[in-house]
Each structure stands twice: as C-alpha cells, then as structure tokens.
C-alpha cells in the first residue's frame, strides 16, 4: 500500500522548466549580427534574455507547484 501522506513531485508544470535549457541551445537565434539593440549584437542582449527567460520560467513553476499551507 502506498502511504498518502507522502510527497510527490511529479508535476507536469515541471516540463516547463526545459525551456530555457533548450531554447539557448538553437543556434539560429545568436548566429548572427544584427539587429543591435543598444550597440550591442544580438548575441550579447539574447544571453541577458535567456537569464530572464530562466527566472521568469523558474518562479513561474515554483508559485504554481510550491505546497499551500
């Protein structure tokens, strides 16, 4: 028998969190120049918007999976 009280972590909001390890990973988003965003090409501004794609995804997963109460 399987006792109820046990915590489980299986969630499927968890998948989520495979976003920003994939998306950094598709070289057709950096491998290239232009557009400059400020001066800066467009693969320095994207590594600053993949950090706020990871914490933006992370917390999103952690306030929907975190237990209440």
């Known amino acids: ?3 109820p009280t046990l915590r489980t972590d299986r969630s499927p909001w968890h998948w989520l ?3 920003p390890i ?3 990973l598709i070289p057709i ?3 290239s ?3 400059d965003l400020f001066g800066f090409p467009r693969f320095y501004w ?3 918007a993949y950090i706020v794609l990871g914490v933006s995804v992370t ?3 952690y306030q929907v ?3 209440r109460g």
């Open 1 to 3: 028998m399987v006792d």
């Open 17 to 19: 969190l495979v976003i």
């Open 22 to 24: 994939v998306v950094p």
């Open 29 to 31: 988003l950096f491998n």
């Open 33 to 35: 120049i232009p557009p």
């Open 46 to 48: 994207l590594q600053l």
């Open 59 to 61: 917390t999103l997963v």
């Open 65 to 67: 999976t975190k237990r």
